[in-house]
């Protein structure tokens, strides 16, 4: 028997599940305002794995990713524990925005402080009661508004246990990512603790490609480190792009938008990936690539102005051939009854 986990000052027992609605802030309504976290607590020690969605508001995939999560019967194995928070950012959840009530962005203030903004004040509860208490984590994260995301894992490579649990997790691009300053990634290196970050689709969109593909992901990065156990019958190997880079190409004029390119498809420096003409039919410019890669996120709004971002493209040796991968909904990660 593995001993309990105290979180918000509630206690968690071997085999337990709670649902804990930690207090994060009082409204000026005098509305107590809670944040969601749900606790598997297994009855064997092993790994401490949070697993968290929506920081940024209107990123919605994480949410559903980590519902269809705790609803798998496959975690009723579970060695350790697993700590999900469907919604970090619940005032942007609520309002579909992107930031806190303070008009910051949670993902720039970590570790945060318990006396300082609220943005800064949620960071550190996070922090305190939830990060420093785990081994493992994974961040689920979208693409902003009308623009779509590639299924892709963003990690420090450099870091060999981390490297591995990028690959384990199956996407079809690996992007080397430096640690941003105030980031849970980077508070969570200073610990110690190994994070992946996982990004796919679009804000305020459910995609379901992305959903399963994250489902998958984290059953998979559960399997390597030992919460849960191995696959039954033949797994598939799957062996993601590694991307040192990531580079925007820009729009050249302002103008309407005709996309050439679609998400997991080569991109060849020089090569045209799309058309920006004006309204009249007058004037057209070609797009061209900045840089040889794959397209790891795109444009989705056709309407844009003179050095909006159109495609983002990741950097790599050998791109391959992923746009039969992603038409097929397959990246090679294992399928299981029942599992999505």
């Known amino acids: 028997m593995q001993k309990p986990i105290v979180i918000a000052g509630k206690e968690i ?22 944040m969601p976290v749900h606790v598997i607590h297994g009855k064997k020690p092993g790994p401490v794995l949070f697993v968290s969605a929506a920081m940024h508001g209107d990123e919605i995939n994480g ?35 992107r930031y806190l009530p303070d008009g910051r962005d949670l993902n ?12 800064s004040r949620l960071a550190n509860l996070l922090i305190e009661e939830i990060v420093s208490k785990c081994t493992h984590g994974i961040d689920l994260h979208a693409g902003s508004r009308h623009r779509n995301n590639l299924p892709q894992i963003r990690a420090d490579l450099s870091v060999k246990e981390t490297e591995d649990l990028a690959a384990a997790f199956g996407t079809p691009v690996v992007i080397d990512a430096r640690l941003r300053d105030g980031s849970l ?19 305020l969109r459910f995609n379901d490609l992305v959903i399963k593909t994250g489902i998958r992901g984290i059953v998979s990065v559960m399997r390597r480190i030992g919460s849960l156990p191995p696959a039954k019958g033949k797994v598939k190997v799957f062996r993601p792009i590694i991307a040192r880079s990531t580079k925007w190409t820009r729009a050249s004029m302002s ?19 799309g058309i920006i003409g004006d309204p009249f039919g007058e004037s057209e410019e ?33 791109p391959g051939d992923m746009e039969g991968a992603i038409e097929g909904g397959d990246f090679g990660i294992e399928i299981e009854e029942g599992l999505v």
């Not at 990634?185 to 804000?203: C, D, H, K, N, Q």
Request: charge should be positive; glycine fraction near 10%; avoid cysteine.
């Open 13 to 34: 027992k071997a085999g337990q599940k709670e649902t804990i609605d930690i207090s994060i802030a009082r409204l000026y309504t005098h509305t107590d305002m809670t």
């Open 185 to 203: 990634r980077e508070a969570a290196s200073e610990l110690g603790i190994p994070l992946l970050l996982y990004e796919g689709g679009e804000a």
């Open 286 to 318: 070609k797009v061209f690539a900045e840089t040889d890669g794959v397209i790891v996120g795109r444009l989705n709004l056709p309407l844009v102005h003179r050095g909006d971002a159109l495609f983002n493209i990741a950097s790599v040796d050998e």
């Open 255 to 273: 103008g309407i938008v005709q996309s050439a390119a679609p998400l997991g498809s080569k991109a060849k420096k020089g090569e045209p990936i």
């Open 108 to 119: 720039r203030f970590f570790p945060g402080n318990r006396k300082g903004s609220l943005t």
């Open 63 to 97: 949410v559903e990713i980590i519902r269809r999560l705790l609803k798998l019967k496959l975690l009723k194995n579970i060695r350790g524990t697993l700590i999900a928070i469907p919604v970090l950012n619940v005032f942007g959840f609520i309002s579909h925005n």
